[in-house]
């Protein structure tokens, strides 16, 4: 069974720092990969997707992640945190042609002025 | 802002009662999944519908059932309910079938307290 891990429940950054979210995740075969993001009182974004193609993937609202085999992870990064990126961000985990998502349990990110 | 829309999405009941949620998946998309957010929790999957018919559940007992209508649209019904019910139900619209079938669309989702 495939599973994810976020390390670090709260991440906090200053405005204008790198934004590093970790992620690892467990799967026999290889996986689709996703970020998403969630803010207050929303339901969920897809921020980017892995499906393998190119490792170094890019999405929207200026994240990047690298996906890297032999270390079996996917963080998510952003050169320069704004504020408005304040928000819960999710890692999950899908095997081809399965139904379900599995979701990490989330990174709460605070961006400081 | 996606085009899927969940209903209500606040909603209060005691423990033994049952409940329904809604949801109106995007247009063009014939599948929906359904999640539930605990609190601090990512979202656990507890089924998909593709067709009308149950494609896919995770670890949910039965007492959790869901429909899904020709229009595409879904219901999640839970029976009995406990209080470790309580959680933000989520909604997922897609279109199975094409490249796209891997990108879910999330709805607000339905924000359940079990009293």
């Known amino acids: 069974a495939q599973s994810v891990t976020q390390l670090g429940s709260h991440v906090s950054v200053s405005e204008g720092a790198l934004v590093l979210l970790r992620c690892n995740y467990s799967?026999?075969?290889?996986?689709?990969l996703f970020w998403y993001v969630q803010y207050p009182n929303q339901g969920l974004q897809l921020l980017l997707k892995?499906?393998?193609?190119?490792?170094l993937v890019k999405g929207i609202n200026g994240f990047e992640a690298e996906f890297k085999k032999s270390e079996t992870s996917f963080h998510l990064t952003k050169p320069s945190a704004h504020m408005s990126d304040a928000a819960e961000y999710f890692c999950?985990?899908?095997?081809?042609?399965?139904?379900?998502?599995?979701f990490g349990q989330g990174t709460r990110l605070t961006i400081n002025p | 802002e996606t085009g899927v829309t969940q209903s209500p999405t606040h909603l209060i009941k005691t423990r033994g009662q049952q409940v329904t949620l809604r949801c109106s998946s995007q247009?063009?998309?014939?599948?929906v999944s359904w999640y539930q957010q605990a609190l601090g929790q990512g979202p656990q999957f507890i089924f998909q519908?593709?067709?009308?018919?149950?494609?896919g559940r995770g670890n949910f007992p039965p007492r959790f059932s869901g429909l899904q209508f020709p229009n595409y649209s879904s219901e999640l019904n839970v029976n009995a309910l406990e209080l470790d019910d309580s959680a933000l139900y989520l909604c997922?619209?897609?279109?199975?079938?094409?490249?796209?079938?891997?990108?879910?669309?999330f709805g607000s989702g339905t924000q359940l307290s079990v009293l």
């Open positions: 997922a619209s897609s279109r199975t079938g094409t490249e796209t079938n891997e990108k879910l669309f």
């Open positions: 799967s026999s075969v290889p996986p689709y």
């Open positions: 892995y499906t393998s193609a190119a490792t």
């Open positions: 999950a985990v899908r095997l081809q042609g399965a139904q379900k998502l599995v």
């Open positions: 247009s063009g998309h014939n599948t």
């Open positions: 519908y593709y067709r009308e018919e149950e494609n």
